[in-house]
């Protein structure tokens, strides 16, 4: 056995510290302007390998990044190591029970945006020169891999803009995320088959079938034996009071090398198993918001800047820069989510006045393109140049997709938040233990003060509206919300409790201020859950409202909150 030498350990640890330091210090000077953190990670890459470093400073680089095998390994591995664990996270990310109980509007919109981009691709990529395709691959190989890249779609960047502007929680969110992740888990399969296919070039008909075959089975029998048996453990972790979060990080952990170990072992690659695994773990209610939080914190925090900075070092992104392929990727790529996206929800009848919102989020690429296009050119379906073209366009569509989502937000008609409050509809010591208790009293104060309402429906319509996603905000704020097409106006109903009930928040904090919304369309309930997240964000005019001695204090905050809204209602609400 082979020891490493003291000076390869040295080395690796000066390499592993400038990558990280490069990548998160600038992730931190690009967030100042709303950047997402892939930016800085593949610039950090990029600054540090043979395009800038290497290319100004080549004694220096090959003192950094020596072209050693021993060291190469080393780094490389630790930076896979990330990626893996990296679609592990992605995979707890992704609800895939909300995403099949909303499948109608959400399923259509996912198909629509799958279909169209992959035609549209496939066709154009059929006639690109053949000096993009590698030596020894398949035009349609290549064609095909072209068309699947381009129905990946970011999920976690659009879920951060949204989040940014305060429209996550939202229906209009709910169904984005929803579709984005059956966009995800679709365009990951239809990947892993044609991945099958391209590394059983060569093979037989029978052996390929059998790999694809291997590949479903493995899909059913992950979403059935292992999400019954993780469920059972994590509930057993939860009632036993084993410590948190460690015990399901390590267990969530254990999974995934499992399910990676079996993909391998079919013939497809290990990230595919930690995905699904991920998203397996992830149905487990005994998984709690906090802990799915901590989990991703880790992997992002360190483990996936290593990952993309790593890819900058062993490309000169100058030198294989193409602008035929780059045009190609931007547009195409743009161009067929964009119109995928629009098409969909224009056939489902439904969000007509959000389509260009709704179109936006499906547009960036994101991370999950540039691990993907890393397979595929390890497996030699692309080459370097189309790599290249690949992660400009991944990185670039990420970028624009905040600026851009907020000037389709502007683009929609402004309503007065001030008139949805009332005096009468505030409660300063709201007495409740639970999350349900808390809605339930707050529905029944909304029906008091709103003739039209019935207490128990509407307490059944926010509940359900609860367990499909939580409408817990950080910093212990619950917008709990829900549409009503029987009422003519949105209404506030707001409670502060003395201690606080457990909301499930990605931040652990319990809930203190809760805003109770009720809006007859999606138009006023994103207009009004943005304008209220927007005004609780600022920690004074939160504090305001949880040291108010009673209503008529609390009340002349909110006054203070929006009465200078100078926009123009959407509606009229009779005043209570």
Not at 29 to 43: C, D, F, K, V
Request: with cysteine; charged share 15%; hydrophobic share 55%.
């Amino acid at each position: 056995m082979h020891a490493l030498e003291e000076s390869n350990i040295l080395l690796f640890l000066l390499q592993v510290f400038l990558l990280l330091a490069a990548a998160r210090g600038l992730g931190l000077l690009l967030a100042r302007y709303g950047q997402p953190a892939i930016t800085a990670e593949i610039l950090a890459g990029v600054i540090l390998g043979p395009t800038l470093l290497g290319r100004f400073a080549p004694a220096l680089h090959a003192l950094l990044f020596p072209p050693d095998p021993t060291q190469y390994i080393m780094l490389e591995s630790v930076a896979w190591v990330g990626i893996l664990f990296f679609l592990l996270a992605t995979g707890l990310e992704t609800d895939a029970s909300t995403a099949w109980r909303q499948r109608n509007n959400a399923l259509v919109v996912s198909l629509s945006d799958i279909v169209i981009p992959m035609a549209l691709a496939f066709v154009l990529a059929l006639f690109l020169p053949s000096a993009y395709i590698p030596e020894g691959g398949g035009r349609l190989v290549f064609a095909l891999f072209i068309a699947a890249i381009m129905t990946i779609s970011a999920l976690p960047v659009t879920a951060r803009a949204m989040q940014e502007l305060n429209i996550y929680r939202t229906d209009i969110g709910l169904m984005i995320i929803c579709a984005l992740t059956i966009n995800d888990i679709i365009g990951w399969v239809i990947f892993a088959v044609i991945l099958g296919s391209a590394s059983g070039a060569g093979a037989s008909y029978p052996q390929i079938a059998g790999v694809l075959f291997l590949t479903f089975a493995f899909l059913f029998l992950a979403f059935t034996i292992g999400r019954a048996v993780t469920d059972r453990v994590l509930h057993w972790f939860h009632r036993n009071n084993f410590p948190e979060p460690g015990s399901s990080l390590t267990f969530i952990c254990l999974w995934g090398l499992l399910c990676g170990a079996a993909t391998v072992w079919i013939g497809i690659h290990g990230l595919f198993g930690f995905f699904i695994a991920g998203i397996v773990a992830g149905e487990s209610k005994a998984l709690s918001e906090n802990t799915r939080t901590v989990i991703s914190e880790m992997v992002r925090a360190v483990l996936v800047p290593l990952f993309f900075a790593s890819i900058g070092l062993t490309i000169d992104f100058f030198a294989q820069a193409d602008l035929l392929l780059l045009t190609f990727m931007v547009v195409v790529g743009i161009a067929g989510r964009y119109i995928g996206a629009w098409v969909g929800v224009a056939l489902t009848k439904s969000f007509q006045s959000s389509r260009g919102l709704i179109s936006v989020c499906h547009v960036p690429g994101g991370e999950m393109q540039i691990v993907v296009s890393m397979i595929a050119l390890e497996f030699g379906v692309i080459s370097q140049p189309v790599f290249v073209a690949i992660v400009f366009s991944a990185v670039f569509t990420s970028i624009i997709v905040g600026p851009w989502l907020r000037r389709e937000l502007t683009r929609s008609r402004e309503m007065a938040v001030m008139p949805c409050f009332t005096r009468q509809g505030l409660v300063a010591n709201l007495a409740a233990d639970t999350r349900d208790d808390v809605i339930e009293k707050l529905c029944k104060l909304a029906a008091k003060r709103h003739g039209a309402l019935d207490a128990d429906t509407l307490t059944q319509a926010v509940l359900e509206r609860e367990e499909v996603m939580s409408t817990a905000l950080e910093e212990g704020v619950a917008v709990p919300h829900a549409r009503l097409p029987e009422i003519d106006h949105a209404i506030v109903v707001v409670g502060r409790l003395a201690s606080g009930v457990d909301w499930n928040a990605a931040d652990g904090k319990p809930a203190r201020l809760v805003f109770l919304i009720l809006t007859p369309n999606m138009d006023e309930q994103l207009q009004v859950l943005k304008a209220i997240a927007t005004a609780m964000r600022d920690e004074t005019q939160r504090e305001r409202l949880l040291a108010a001695a009673h209503e008529d204090v609390m009340w002349r905050v909110i006054q203070d909150l929006f009465q200078h809204d100078t926009s123009v209602p959407t509606s009229e609400p009779a005043r209570s």
